[in-house]
Each structure stands twice: as structure tokens, then as C-alpha cells.
């Protein structure tokens, strides 16, 4: 063979090469803090969220798409793996974070691993207002290894190379939690948008009472989902500039619901409930589809669409396969929310939401540092001082005890307003629901409650945290755990 035929035969491997690496999709995970399904392509009526809405016409929506926990680390932890957070033992949210660590069960590894092996450039990356080169939120529970984000961009990966990328997004917190970021967020929006969201036309959910600050936060709010969905326009002219855009699959999601009183930290449709579009190469454009979908999915749907093999042990499914068995019961766990204990168990089917309390003698509300200082829960707690409040609205956020289980039927109460677990006429269906949730925690091998160690270690690390920034919080921190601990003596 004569060398210059070799070289020519060389080349044409190589191109055949590149052009095969080229072929894999780019993989965008977009992910948002703190915000619930209200953009207009899910039926919100009062803003408009054209970006999302383009998207989710090119590709596919999911209308029921559930997390399996609703507070951050802990849907952050099994969003990674493709693991329930209970399976995993990353259940309690920021736990592991003292001198007691949390690591993975053998053989279960964090979905970027697994797109780095299969030669995927991996970043994280923070975008507060706009692409920046910084790393984005983790927040996971376990130990992990951080070099499994190649960088803070995918800017940074080599010619050719495709990547799998992780935006983090504000999202909600852009609202802050009081008149002071109202107030920023409402000259954002108008900077950038030329309007805001008129807080006199905001329709709340009714088991919140129309109360002024109560109306002022949720136009924040959806005001921040309009800047959210700027940021897709943003990362979509992007793509298009830098000629990856045709290769590149988007999956837009938030971390959980809005945070309220009844939203992030809890069972209910406002906490677990959230968006999920998903548009790229492969992804047959139009697509609504209305099937249970957990938001462990997205780990294994991923390596499906970049064509790594997905583990047997992960149980997330590939929703997007030609062979997928569709769900007919998402699942979904509250423990430990910083330094309050809870352990709430739940599932929804298409029409029904079951929920157990764990510890039933409790309030809904308990004290909590973090939503206490929010504008909201002090309204509403000085509306339950004042007696102002209805008797639906008392009872859902304020009796001094939850039932031990509760029941809804959400084709005929959306808003899970009426517990139906001592309706006889519900008898079998809270008892099909009841064995489904016994099997779902044995199967999963929910452990449960942390140990009072685990607690302990986590709580000094919190304490350290906000004693010598904020006395005044770390007082209240103080007092939250002595209750907390107090209940538990008291077997409440």
C-alpha cells in the first residue's frame, strides 16, 4: 500500500471518527429554584412565558411531572443518581454536612461520572441573570467527588467534544422573602421586561387568605418566572451563536414548588408538582403528554438520549424510550427541613393524593428559622392571631394537629382542601393506597428518621453558621432544636 493511500484511508477513519463524537447530543440540564408549574404553556393565564412556550412546542411537555422530594438537597441528591433520596439515605435536607458523613450505597454513582466515562465534557454552571463562568448550586447530601464537572462551562471542553451541562438557575429566590426584594425583583422586571406583574390581579390558591403581602409576593413571583424565562431565550441564543443549538437537547426543570406555606417542604401538588420540557435531536416536536413522570427520570432519560447505557440499579426510567412502561404512581418524602423534623410519606395517581403523617401530633406549620423570616408566613401567622383567617384556611395551616392520613380526590379537589381518609365510601381506595405506599418504602428500603447523632452533627454546623453572622438567628435556631428535641422525648 503506498503511503499516500494509507494517509488518505488514515483521514477518512478519523473524519469518520469525529463525525460519529460530533453526532452525540449536547445535554443541557436547566434547573431552577423555588417555582412551580405557572407559565403560561402549563395555563397560566396572567404573565406570558413565550421562551418556555417555543420550547415546549418543539419538543415535549410533561403536565405531570412530580419531584420525590419537595425541598432542594434532598431532589437535588436523587435527581443526580437517579435514586429515591430515602434509598439513598440523602433524605434529610442539608444533612452529612458535619462531622458525620453521608456516602453513596456501593456502586451507585452521580450521573456526571457516568457522562464523563462515556467522554462528555461535564460543567456546572450559575446563572444568576445570565450565563456566568461560576460554579452552579450542588447541594447534594452525600460525599462526592468534584471533579466529576470538568469546569464551571462547557466553553471549556475540547473541539469536537460533547458535553453534558448543568445550568442553575435563582429562579423563585429571585423574590427574596420580604418588601425589600419585592421591590428589587419589580425593577428587574421592569429593566429588563419594560413591566411588572399588577399584584391586584393575582389570583391566590384559596386556602391562602387574601391578604396585600400575600398578593405582593406572588406577583414577585410570577415576575420572576418571566426573568426565568428570559434566561432560555438567553441560553438559546447562545447555542444558536456558538453553532451548537441543532445538537443540543434542553431539559427545563425546577428543583421543587414555589416556597409557601403549603408549596417547597411539603406533599401537597404546590410543593411537589413542577414543570419539565424537554426539545433537542430526537425529541418529536408538539409533544404533550400527560403520564406520571418523576423527576428522577431526567438521570435516566439523559443517558438514553447520549446512548450510555443506563445502570440496573437506578430507578429513575428512561420516559422518553420506545419501550417505556408508563407509571401509574409517582412517590415522594419531606423529612428533616434544616433544624424541623417531619417525616411525611406520600403517592399520587392520576387521581388520587395519599399522604401519612409520621408524626401526626405535630402542627403544619411548625417553627422553622428559614420560612419564619419570610414577609408571608409572618402574615399569616398574624392572621391566625387575629382570627381572620376561614375555617378552611384555620384548619389547613394552623390546626394544632394533622390527621394521620389524608386522602384527596384531585379530579374534584385540585386544591387538596377535603381530607377523604374517613370517608367509608374511600375505604378501598385509601386501603389500595396505603398497601402501595407500604410496599413503595419496603421495596426502597426507606430507613426513615435520622439518628439523634446525625441531627445533632448537622445542627452544629447550622448554629456555626448563623451565630457569628446573625445572633439573632442563631437564637432562633437555638430554640427551634430544643423544641424539636423536646417533641422527641415527648414522643410527638
Known amino acids: 500500500m503506498k503511503p499516500a493511500f494509507s494517509f488518505l484511508i488514515l483521514i477518512a477513519l478519523a473524519s469518520n471518527l469525529f463525525a460519529q463524537h460530533q453526532e452525540r447530543p449536547n445535554i443541557i440540564w436547566m434547573i431552577v429554584d423555588d417555582m412551580s408549574a405557572e407559565f403560561s404553556c402549563y395555563g397560566e393565564t396572567l404573565i406570558e412565558t413565550p421562551h418556555l412556550d417555543h420550547l415546549a412546542q418543539t419538543g415535549v411537555r410533561f403536565s405531570k411531572a412530580f419531584v420525590t422530594a419537595p425541598v432542594c438537597s434532598t431532589n437535588r441528591s436523587a435527581f443526580i443518581t437517579g435514586m429515591y433520596q430515602t434509598s439513598i439515605g440523602a433524605h434529610h435536607h442539608r444533612s452529612g454536612r458535619g462531622n458525620l458523613k453521608i456516602h453513596l450505597p456501593k456502586g451507585i454513582r452521580p450521573v456526571p461520572e457516568l ?9 456546572n454552571t450559575r446563572w444568576p441573570e445570565g450565563p456566568k463562568n461560576s460554579p452552579g448550586k450542588t447541594d447534594y447530601n452525600f460525599e462526592w467527588d468534584r471533579a466529576m464537572y470538568d469546569s464551571n462551562d462547557w466553553s471549556q471542553r475540547k473541539p469536537g467534544q460533547p458535553f453534558f451541562a448543568q445550568i442553575q438557575l435563582r429562579g423563585g429566590k429571585l423574590r427574596g422573602k420580604d418588601q425589600t426584594g419585592y421591590e428589587k425583583l419589580r425593577k428587574m422586571a421592569q429593566e429588563v421586561l419594560g413591566s411588572t406583574t399588577d399584584p391586584s390581579q393575582v389570583t391566590l390558591p384559596p386556602y391562602y387568605p387574601d391578604l396585600p403581602i400575600l398578593r405582593e409576593d406572588w ?3 410570577l415576575d420572576s418566572i418571566r426573568i426565568t424565562d428570559t434566561h432560555i431565550g438567553t441560553l438559546i441564543d447562545r447555542l444558536k451563536e456558538e453553532g451548537d443549538f ?11 414548588g ?3 406555606a403549603r408549596g417547597k417542604q411539603f406533599l401537597y401538588e404546590e410543593g411537589l408538582h413542577v414543570p419539565l420540557v424537554i426539545a433537542g435531536p430526537g425529541i418529536e416536536a408538539g409533544q404533550n403528554r400527560d403520564d406520571l413522570v418523576e423527576h428522577i427520570d431526567i438521570a435516566a432519560l439523559s443517558l438514553g438520549l447520549a446512548g450510555i447505557p443506563i445502570p440496573g440499579y437506578m430507578q429513575a426510567k ?5 419501550d417505556y412502561v408508563k407509571r401509574d404512581t409517582i412517590f415522594a418524602a419531606r423529612d428533616r427541613c434544616d433544624e424541623t423534623v417531619d417525616y411525611l410519606r406520600g403517592l ?6 395519599y399522604i401519612r403523617n409520621f408524626l401526626p401530633h405535630r402542627p403544619h406549620l411548625q417553627p422553622n428559622r428559614y420560612k419564619d423570616g419570610k414577609d408571608i408566613i409572618k402574615a399569616l401567622r398574624n392572621a391566625h392571631g387575629k382570627g381572620v383567617l376561614d375555617a378552611t384556611q384555620e384548619k389547613i395551616l394552623f390546626a394544632p394537629h394533622r390527621e394521620a392520613e389524608e386522602l384527596y380526590d384531585l379530579e374534584n379537589d385540585p386544591y387538596e382542601l377535603n381530607n377523604l381518609a374517613t370517608d367509608p365510601s374511600k375505604e378501598k381506595i385509601l386501603m389500595d393506597l396505603r398497601a402501595r405506599l407500604d410496599n413503595w418504602i419496603t421495596k426502597t428500603n426507606d430507613p426513615g428518621p435520622e439518628s439523634a447523632a446525625m441531627y445533632d452533627s448537622d445542627m452544629l454546623i447550622y448554629l456555626k453558621s448563623r451565630n457569628g453572622s446573625d445572633p439573632e438567628q442563631g437564637e432562633i435556631l ?11 422525648a415527648e414522643e410527638k
Open 115 to 123: 457522562f464523563q466515562e462515556a467522554g462528555y465534557h461535564t460543567s
Open 219 to 221: 406577583a414577585a413571583y
Open 246 to 256: 441543532e445538537n443540543t437537547v434542553i431539559l427545563f426543570m425546577t428543583d421543587h
Open 258 to 260: 414555589i416556597s409557601h
Open 318 to 322: 428512561d420516559i422518553l424510550s420506545p
Open 348 to 353: 399520587r395517581t392520576q387521581r388520587y393524593k
Open 478 to 488: 437555638r430554640r427551634n432544636i430544643a423544641l424539636m428535641k423536646a417533641w422527641a
